[in-house]
């Protein structure tokens, strides 16, 4: 089955910097990567997505980055602001099946 | 539409009870997922359904864990008997097959004493 590791487990970036989370995923097979921002207490929210067919995707200040070859995808967030502090999660779906494997989550904390 | 609904959000019970955990899916979406989230352990894909047939029911992690989805509104999953490391938020997800996209409920905090 599909394995998603997700570096690093915390980050910590002065606000109105950039941030950078980085997944690999090990089935090729593997076509649809979602991105998850999950506040403490609440449920995981979809914020940004992307899939086999593209290399990129841009929503304001988040975007994502897909590179199959090396099966890894990113999540960049630009301009930094208090409330992007939140745990993100990474995740991949493909393979014929249809639930989603998580990686283990990026605590992200934006320091005033 | 109100989102995916679970109930309840809390459930404190005592080791050896039953559990039964309850989800409405977004109206008109086709694939039903249940995840239990640990610090241990993550996200965790419990089962999933498409029109309401189990589909994959390999993260169930053993025979005391049970789902139901006996119409497109409405699943369960069942603890029975529960213990103490069935301790976790357990959500429910749904999506049309075919986009993908899976919207998430608020979860249910379960406590096993």
């Known amino acids: 089955g599909e394995n998603v590791e997700q570096h690093p487990s915390t980050l910590s970036v002065q606000e109105g910097d950039s941030a950078v989370i980085k997944c690999t995923y090990s089935d090729s097979a593997s076509n649809y990567f979602p991105w998850y921002k999950q506040e403490l207490g609440k449920r995981p929210q979809l914020i940004i997505d992307?899939?086999?067919?593209?290399g990129e995707k841009k929503d304001q200040r988040i975007a994502v980055t897909l590179n199959k070859t090396a099966k890894h995808f990113s999540l960049h967030i630009t301009e930094t602001q208090p409330e992007d502090s939140a745990v993100y999660f990474c995740a991949a779906i493909g393979g014929g099946a249809d639930g989603l494997t998580f990686g283990k989550g990026t605590h992200l904390i934006i320091q005033p | 539409d109100a989102g995916v609904i679970q109930s309840p959000r809390h459930e404190v019970t005592e080791m050896g009870q039953e559990v039964t955990l309850r989800c409405k899916p977004i109206?008109?979406?086709?694939?039903l997922f249940w995840y239990r989230q640990t610090m241990m352990r993550g996200l965790e894909l419990l089962i999933y359904f498409n029109n309401n047939v189990p589909i994959d029911d390999s993260g169930m992690p053993e025979d005391r864990f049970s789902a139901k989805m006996p119409n497109a509104s409405f699943s369960t999953l069942k603890i029975q008997p529960s213990e103490p490391r069935d301790s976790a938020v357990y959500f429910c997800a749904s999506s049309l097959a075919d986009v993908n996209i899976q919207y998430f409920g608020a979860g249910t905090r379960l406590s096993v004493l």
């Open positions: 992307i899939r086999s067919n593209v």
């Open positions: 109206s008109g979406h086709n694939s």
